[in-house]
């Protein structure tokens, strides 16, 4: 297992890079190289660090610890073929670390990105459509089984394409640089993350790229299917590029007005979805 | 003695804990919710709370404000008392239980609320105590719907292909856990930047949170 998790991390952070790369090369910048958020998290590693002489010093670094290990769970429930369910707890808990790593300095910029972590809830309601379409129409809610129904009846990209626009999203939510990462911008500093320096910064990156991984990973298996591992990685490539562009072309939106547009998104989503089973039921 | 029926939503079921007549149970997913609030308890317990620093509007200054602990003490046990019943929440094994326990997540998160001195916290407290009293009554009505046309309370049964749950209880107690884990929305509120006490305010969040999840897997199962 612990091979996975250093793969996973690798190449989730590897991913962060070419994110970055490819939003700089569409605005005309030359970008960092794509291994630099690799370098950063070597780097942050080595750094002096402590714990602010405000923090809430359990919480702040127990929180780090979370994050990793939530993100380890749910890459041993994705490699186990175990529940979808699980995976969307684990989603969910997220929540948790962010509001966590928010709140525990006691700094205001963390607070307000913690703050709007909560406000953003909205960002977990397309996982509740995507669930429940995948129960809907192939009656589990295992991985396994759900990889083997779409062996049988071709991948659920194409059958429920409204689940996977909403997991798009889910997904577009959570990477850097997003249209929706309100509790990151820079109006706030860095957000949640603002007092988490050095090692700290570092292990949260680890976490954050175990994160990447799991959520593009589970998109390919849930609405594709399973697939040898190189055609696994180039389509999870593919999907991060498309979101790439979406975050090169689309600005960083007010709080609100993230709130507002995935709210609309999911109510969509959801419609779509009640109409197709209405139809083929 | 007990062998849950369904296995592709919490996963299949590992192990189950007696305590006389409530009995809890643990499968990949309750264990997991479990583990989740185990780790958050612990967290509160052996947690000092942060100092909240301010900004002050027209210049550079920042104040680090100074909160006693003795101060923070109540908070502190309502949060440890919010994690114990969130424990209880995510593995119980009978509908009643989980609408006790969850009533009690509900309480402990006014508590929580309400042991900050500043009379717009409290006027929060104020509101959500309301909404999750409220609250009490679908959730331990989805349970008496639930008894009176099935004849069980518990999960083994109501798990059962041939036992069909009314479509109304399930979403009363869907609506009772909603109201009960109002809690949340009230750090996204002005309030919360007045209220110190981090590892407490986000006990919260964690106990909201894992009750909302434990609900969605009653609700798919029965």
């Known amino acids: ?116 972590s909560v406000i953003t809830a909205a960002a977990e309601i397309p996982l509740f459509a995507t669930i429940a ?95 040898p591992i190189w055609w696994t990685l180039l389509l999870m490539l593919a999907i991060l590029v498309s979101i790439s562009f979406v975050c090169a072309l689309t600005p960083m939106l007010s709080p609100y007005d993230s709130v507002t547009v995935q709210s609309i998104a999911t109510g969509l989503i959801v419609a779509a979805l009640a109409v197709q089973w209405v139809v083929m039921a | 003695m007990f062998s849950l029926p369904t296995g592709q939503i919490g996963g299949r079921e590992l192990f189950v804990v007696e305590f006389g007549d409530v009995v809890n149970y643990f499968s990949p997913y309750t264990a997991s919710l479990f583990a989740f609030a185990l780790i958050f308890t612990v967290i509160v317990i052996i947690s000092r709370p942060e100092r909240m620093v301010e900004i ?21 046990f309502m949060a440890i008392a919010c994690g114990l019943a969130t424990l209880a929440a995510v593995v119980s094994g009978d509908l009643f239980n989980f609408a006790l326990f969850t009533s009690m997540v509900g309480i402990t998160n006014i508590g929580i609320v309400a042991a900050v001195r500043s009379r717009h916290v409290l006027n929060a407290a104020y509101q959500y105590g309301i909404v999750a009293m409220v609250a009490t009554l679908p959730l331990f009505g989805a349970a008496a719907i639930t008894l009176a046309t099935t004849g069980s309370l518990s999960l083994w049964e109501l798990y059962r292909a041939g036992i069909t749950v009314p479509f109304v209880a399930k979403a009363f107690l869907v609506l009772g856990v909603m109201g009960e884990g109002m809690a949340p929305f009230y750090v996204a509120k002005a309030e919360i930047t007045r209220a ?14 894992l009750v909302f999840l434990r609900v969605v897997e009653i609700a798919l199962s029965m």
Do not use: C, N
């Open chain 2, 196 to 209: 110190p006490g981090a590892p407490y305010i986000l006990m919260i969040h964690v106990s909201s949170l």
């Open chain 1, 133 to 227: 379409a995948v129960y809907l129409f192939t009656g589990s809610l295992a991985i396994s089984d759900i990889a083997a129904y779409q062996q049988v009846h071709g991948p659920l990209l194409f059958i429920v394409p409204p689940a996977a626009l909403a997991m798009y999203l889910v997904i577009l939510t959570k990477v850097y640089y997003s249209p929706f990462a309100v509790i990151e911008s820079k109006e706030i500093v860095s957000g949640y993350k603002t007092e988490h320096f050095g090692v700290w910064r570092a292990a949260l990156e680890v976490g954050f790229s175990l994160k990447t991984f799991v959520l593009l990973y589970a998109f390919v298996i849930v609405f594709i299917g399973l697939l």
């Open chain 1, 1 to 116: 297992m612990i091979e996975y998790l250093i793969a996973a991390t690798f190449i989730g952070m590897l991913f962060h890079g070419i994110h970055r790369k490819v939003i700089a090369r569409i605005q005309q910048r030359p970008g960092p190289p794509i291994w630099q958020e690799i370098l950063h998290a070597l780097k942050f590693s080595f750094k002096e660090t402590w714990i602010p002489e405000t923090a809430s010093q359990a919480l702040f670094v127990g929180v780090i610890l979370v994050a990793i290990g939530i993100w380890s769970a749910a890459l041993f429930v994705l490699l186990s073929g175990g529940s979808l369910l699980l995976l969307f707890g684990i989603y969910m808990l997220h929540k948790i670390v962010e509001h966590g790593t928010g709140l525990s300095s006691g700094s205001p910029y963390g607070k307000f990105g913690a703050i709007r």
């Open chain 2, 56 to 76: 002050a509007f027209g210049g550079d200054a920042y104040l680090a404000k100074e909160i006693p602990t003795k101060d923070l003490a109540f908070q502190r």
